[in-house]
């Protein structure tokens, strides 16, 4: 059974958003999967007609056709590589439609981020956080960068970091991340970030509290990630593990991702819909922003 059978690509008429097409033209040429490519058509309200013509502005048109003529000039070239594409114009809030449509046809959502610095927000500001926060396809996010942009038009990819945390929920990502793999070409590296907390050397650690080695902590975690990585070597993959002690979850990872140097990074969500941030806080949150590789989040079912 294919893991992508439709990938969606949201696309606002810009450059920047157009650097995700790319990917999700290899995606579905490797995995057998049709491309959806959408735009939000956001009709002028009846305050903005009005506002125009009170100040004499120029004359309010419907843009629809010009963005329906953009869309289906992108899946014409498109599917000049062979693919079946499909080009979609939508109507209304642009998350929201974005979110209806991806819900109805898609398996996998890939867009491109926009920012200036590694904390900035993300495309269209805060559309794809809305979408990340609602949706339960997987989606890939690619920073407008020549690095990220070189990395992400290339699987099956040579290296992919998959962070686990020790629960089921986290391994919600693998099945995502070997979609995008191939076995005997990529290499899985599955790590687990221990935050050992250090106490202040002025607080003493009263004498009934027990503190665990930080080694045997380790040697628990790693073989945990031991038993996953068997099983993806039995399936062919390639694969081995990495324990980051110290420091907060994202920055373990940030920090694995720097030593790593993979393509991307997939790691798994709390289910959409709650009100919490994502996995373990707000990680996912924080990694998207910062990595330079594209980030690929799965939420856990």
Not at 64 to 78: G, K, S
């Amino acid at each position: 059974m294919r893991m992508f059978r439709t990938i969606l690509v949201p696309l606002d008429g810009s450059e920047l958003a157009e650097q995700a097409l790319p990917l999700a033209e290899h995606l579905a040429m490797a995995t057998g999967a049709e491309l959806e490519l959408i735009r939000v058509h956001v009709p002028p309200t009846a305050w903005d007609i009005y506002a125009d013509a009170m100040t004499a502005g120029p004359e309010v048109h419907d843009t629809a056709p010009a963005e329906a003529a953009y869309l289906e000039e992108q899946a014409r070239r498109a599917r000049g590589t062979g693919l079946t594409v499909n080009a979609t114009l939508l109507e209304g809030e642009v998350a929201p439609a974005i979110a209806r449509r991806a819900r109805a046809v898609a398996d996998l959502i890939v867009m491109t981020t926009h920012g200036r610095g590694p904390f900035s927000r993300l495309w269209l500001g805060s559309v794809a956080d809305q979408l990340l926060r609602s949706l339960a396809q997987p989606m890939l996010l690619v920073r407008p960068t020549m690095e990220a942009w070189a990395m992400a038009s290339s699987p099956p990819y040579r290296r992919i970091l998959v962070p686990l945390d020790g629960t089921d929920g986290s391994e919600a990502a693998l099945e995502p991340a070997l979609a995008l793999g191939a076995p005997d070409v990529t290499e899985y590296v599955l790590v687990r970030v221990l935050n050992v907390p250090v106490p202040a050397l002025a607080v003493p650690v009263p004498m009934a509290v027990e503190t665990e080695p930080t080694e045997l902590e380790e040697a628990r975690a790693a073989e945990k990630l031991e038993t996953v990585a068997a099983g993806l070597r039995v399936r062919g993959f390639k694969a081995r593990v990495c324990v980051e002690v110290g420091g907060g979850a994202a920055e373990g990872i940030l920090a694995a991702a720097e030593r790593e140097a993979p393509d991307v990074i997939a790691l798994a969500t709390r289910a959409p819909g709650r009100v919490e941030r994502m996995l373990l806080g707000s990680v996912a949150d924080k990694v998207v922003r910062a990595a330079h590789e594209p980030v690929l989040v799965v939420p856990a079912k």
